[in-house]
T-cell receptor, first 115, second 113 residues
């Protein structure tokens, strides 16, 4: 049973460029969340997708956008990259059931460096 | 919104001793509290979680306790081993937030042989 997978593992971009990160959820999961983890800090919630719609959004600018596909996989897009966008981007998946939902599992992350 | 504070930021223990990490949360609506272990260069790995209808949960050498009144929850690791060395994060979420996790700042645990 494959866990959460993310691609690419590492990425180097320059300021002003755009980037797309990809995530495939754990088998049986239908909800994907994206987090940004700066060096030495805890993950910060960016947004969450369920049934191809954004359900929750954290305190991130509109430069951060996403998409969920019918097969539950997801993309995170960041436009007009800033140096401060350099971070580990984590994808987490879970199965939305009942009232409490299920446990979230994280992928290995994509390390983004903006020069 | 929810705010989670985690202490200590670093913890050094001798192999075989116990380690305790404490977290507090602010939102009384929070009802789910997972703990993640993150090793260098890897994503967070769930090690144990607890829901608000339970006060304590144990899994081998790891246990978590929850005090809803005081809005405290703690991770206890007994008989620590060098492979327990990692950064540990607590988190909180509520049903209303669709499972959005608010993380603590993390605790660097170092287990010395």
């Amino acid at each position: 049973d494959a866990g959460v997978t993310q691609s690419p593992t590492h990425l180097i971009k320059t300021r002003g460029q755009q980037v797309t990160l990809r995530c495939s959820p754990k088998s049986g999961h239908d909800t994907v969340s994206w987090y940004q983890q700066a060096l030495g800090q805890g993950p910060q919630f960016i947004f969450q997708y369920y049934e191809e719609e954004e359900r929750q959004r954290g305190n991130f600018p509109d430069r951060f956008s996403g998409h969920q596909f019918p097969n539950y996989s997801s993309e995170l897009n960041v436009n007009a990259l800033l140096l401060g966008d350099s971070a580990l981007y984590l994808c987490a998946s879970r199965r939305t059931t009942g009232t409490l939902g299920e446990t979230q599992y994280f992928g290995p992350g994509t390390r983004l460096l903006v020069l | 919104g929810e705010n989670v504070e985690q202490h200590p930021s670093t913890l050094s223990v001798q192999e075989g001793d116990s380690a305790v990490i404490k977290c507090t949360y602010s939102d009384s609506a929070s009802n789910y509290f997972p703990w993640y272990k993150q090793e260098l260069g890897k994503g967070p790995q769930l090690i144990i979680d607890i829901r608000s209808n339970v006060g304590e949960k144990k899994d081998q050498r790891i246990a978590v306790t929850l005090n809803k009144t005081a809005k405290h929850f703690s991770l206890h690791i007994t008989e620590t081993q060098p492979e327990d060395s990692a950064v540990y994060f607590c988190a909180a979420s509520s049903t209303d937030s669709w499972g959005k996790l608010q993380f603590g700042a993390g605790t660097q645990v170092v287990v010395t042989p």
